[in-house]
């Protein structure tokens, strides 16, 4: 199985930030936020070996080729694979019952 290198835009670390922040300060408190970060570093760990076999998304619903998501509970991370080099770049996470189809063409 190939393992692939697994990197965060800038975009993607905000959206995180924001979901810990959210989690934390407007939900449900300390232990909470600090539950998902664990959980999101676990998922993001597990994209290393997963990332190559979840399916491609439909382009257009996402605006963009080759775009490929994992759940993580209530929340997707969106990513994208580069073959060539072996890296997967998470371009968004969102949560779940979001409109994550124009969250992904907006970006």
Request: hydrophobic share 40%; with cysteine; net charge negative.
């Given at each position: 199985?190939?393992r ?10 905000q959206?995180?930030?924001?979901i ?27 994209l290393?070996d997963?990332?190559g ?27 994208i ?25 907006d970006?």
């Open positions: 199985m190939k692939y290198i697994v990197e965060m835009s800038d975009t993607a670390e959206d995180l930030e924001n810990i922040s959210y989690l934390k300060y407007d939900l449900a408190g300390d232990i909470i936020a600090d539950k998902y970060k664990i959980l999101f570093k676990q998922e993001l760990k597990k290393e997963v990332a076999i979840m399916p491609i998304l439909e382009e257009e619903l996402t605006g963009h080729k080759n775009i490929r998501k994992i759940n993580v509970r209530n929340y997707i991370i969106f990513y694979i580069d073959e060539a080099v072996g890296k997967a770049l998470v371009v968004r996470i969102g949560h779940c019952f979001m409109d994550w189809e124009k969250y992904l063409k970006e």
